[in-house]
C-alpha cells in the first residue's frame, strides 16, 4: 500500500487531455514539493515535473502539475501515442521521514 | 551530459550480500545528494536510500534499514549500495538518481542494475 495513492490507470484517445491525481497528507503533499516522473516501457523514469509544476527543459508544455492542499495533479493535454506510459508521484514526508512515491498509472492512449 | 551507470547487480543467494556501485559523471557529483530506487519486477517505484552531498546524513526505507548501507566517495564520483541479508523481496533493479533533497527531487536517471535474490 503506497502512501501517495494514484489511479492504477487511466486512459484517453488523442488529443483529449487527461489527468492524473495524486492523494497524500499533510506530511508529504501538503509541505512539500511534489514531483512528477514519467517512465515509458522498458526504460528508466523520467523527470517530468519538478517542485508541484516546473517543468524541466525539453518537456513539452502539454504536460502541467498543480496542487491542492494535500492532492496533485498531473495534466496532459494534446494527448499522443508517445504518452503512453506510467506515470509517479513522489514527495518527500516529514513524519516518516522518508521519500514516499504513488503507486503509479498505467496511461492508455486509445 | 549527466550520465549515471550503475553496475554490481546479479543473482545471489538469500542471506547473501551485493555491493552496488554507481559511477557519476557531467556534473559535480560532490555537490549534490544522492538516491537508490528500485522497482520489482512488474511493480512500481520504491524509494530505498539517500544521501547528502558530503555523505554525512543518510536515510533509509524501512524495508532495508539495518541491512543495507548507502555511501559516495567523492573523489570517485561513485555512489554505493552495500547490501546484506538480501531476501527474495530484494529482487528488483535498482536505480542510482541524481539528487534526494525534498526541494529537488531526482532528476536524472541510471538504466539500472538488476539483483536477483534466489536460491
Known sequence: ?110 | EVQLLESGGGLVQPGGSLRLSCAASGFTFSSYAMTWVRQAPGKGLEWVSVINNSGGRTFYADSVKGRFTISRDNSKNTLYLQMNSLRAEDTALYYCAKGGYSSTGFDYWGHGTLVTVSS
Open chain 1, 1 to 110: 500500500q503506497s502512501v501517495l495513492t494514484q489511479p492504477p490507470s487511466a486512459s484517453g484517445t488523442p488529443g483529449q487531455r487527461v489527468t492524473i491525481s495524486c492523494s497524500g497528507s499533510s506530511s508529504n503533499i501538503g509541505s512539500n514539493f511534489v514531483f512528477w516522473y514519467q517512465q515509458l516501457p522498458g526504460t528508466a523514469p523520467k523527470l517530468l515535473i519538478y517542485r508541484n509544476n516546473q517543468r524541466p527543459s525539453g518537456v513539452p508544455d502539454r504536460f502541467s502539475g498543480s496542487n491542492s492542499g494535500t492532492s496533485a495533479s498531473l495534466a496532459i493535454s494534446g494527448l499522443r501515442s508517445e504518452d503512453e506510459a506510467d506515470y509517479y508521484c513522489a514527495a518527500w514526508d516529514d513524519s516518516l521521514i522518508v521519500w514516499v512515491f504513488g503507486g503509479g498509472t498505467k496511461l492508455t492512449v486509445l
